[in-house]
């Protein structure tokens, strides 16, 4: 092994295009969302999607439009938001959304006594650690 043998000599191929690799391409568009946000998320819509995509309503409420790829990643996204978020279109994510709150409503119903309903059991949440007028 005292030397280097060289073989055939190749020919350089040409030159391979980069493959599209844009958003557009990858996750195309499946259709538009149309909801209104709490003026709470405002800063939430704009780190995600940017200034323009909403637009601030007269009630301080935001109405958001954008594509989306897929329902699954739009009604988890959407039920990360909780409460400060409604969907308007479309119909199908909106009848989701609607099913997954029925189901956990459901589930969650016998964890939470008949003697509290879903309205005292929030106050009693939001009110956890403040001590009432009745309490002293």
């Known amino acids: 092994m005292d030397s280097i043998i060289h073989g055939e000599v190749f020919d350089r191929r ?3 295009p980069l493959p599209e690799l844009s958003n557009e391409k990858v996750f195309p568009a499946k259709g538009r969302v149309k909801a209104v946000f709490d003026p709470s998320m405002k800063w939430q819509l704009i780190e995600e999607y940017g200034v ?3 637009e601030e309503q007269p009630d301080g409420s935001l ?3 954008h594509e989306y790829s897929d329902d699954e990643g739009l009604i988890s996204w959407m039920l990360s938001c909780r409460d400060k978020v409604t969907v308007i279109d479309p119909e199908s994510v909106r009848d989701k959304l609607y099913e997954i709150a029925c189901d956990m409503a459901e589930k ?3 964890a939470v006594s008949e003697a509290e309903p879903c309205g005292a059991f929030e106050r009693r949440e939001k ?3 403040k001590q009432s007028a009745d309490d002293n």
């Open 63 to 65: 109405l958001f439009e």
């Open 14 to 16: 040409s030159e391979i």
């Open 52 to 54: 323009g995509s909403f």
């Open 108 to 110: 969650y119903a016998t």
């Open 127 to 129: 009110n956890h650690g």
